[in-house]
């Protein structure tokens, strides 16, 4: 009852805010799941481009990116995609070093939800990502999307700050910290 009052107070003086967790991982550092229990492909390959989850989160995937996906039965049941470079720096999320990539989006079927594949699609991804030359990912994570955050705790991110946004008289304001 008080979280639904404190929640209710929160949207009368803040209609419209955003707080997540960013996480960081070190490649080299990481606890890699490397092997995996089922096929993980590159969804670059057009092969994959009619499955409905692909055509759903499409619109992750261009020249600096990189998906993944879990095959499970002949059908994509969970997505990974990455973006590196310019489409990272126009989001201006989170400052990036030299040789890091951003965790953009990570999605599963809902019916195959709760069985560990995300953790599994992630680690695969990760272990990948550290062959191309990236050094560090960068997550951002719903404050309370608790099975995001105990994904990343088991693959060995950290927390490195929080990003909030507020919209104010129409302008929408960040703050990192």
């Not at 008080?2 to 803040?14: G, H, M, T």
């Not at 419209?16 to 490649?27: A, D, V």
């Not at 990974?80 to 990570?106: A, D, V």
Request: charged share 20%; glycine share 6%.
């Amino acid at each position: 009852m008080l979280r639904e009052k404190v929640k209710w107070l929160i949207k009368q003086f803040l209609p419209y805010y955003e707080l997540y967790r960013m996480y960081q991982i070190q490649l080299n550092n990481c606890k890699l799941q490397l092997t995996t229990k089922h096929q993980i492909v590159n969804l670059t390959s057009a092969e994959y481009s009619q499955h409905p989850l692909y055509k759903e989160t499409a619109l992750y995937s261009g020249k600096n990116s990189y998906g993944y996906g879990l095959i499970f039965e002949d059908q994509l049941v969970a997505v990974q995609w990455y973006w590196f470079s310019q489409p990272c720096e126009k989001l201006g999320w989170w400052p990036l070093p030299h040789n890091s990539i951003m965790s953009m989006h990570i999605q599963v079927l809902q019916e195959h939800q709760g069985k560990g594949l995300s953790e599994e699609l992630k680690g695969f991804s990760l272990s990948d990502l550290s062959t191309k030359g990236f050094d560090y990912v960068y997550s951002r994570v719903w404050h309370n999307h608790w099975a995001s955050i105990a994904m990343n705790n088991k693959l060995g991110s950290k927390q490195v700050g929080w990003l909030f946004y507020i919209s104010l008289f129409k302008k929408k304001i960040q703050l990192r910290w």
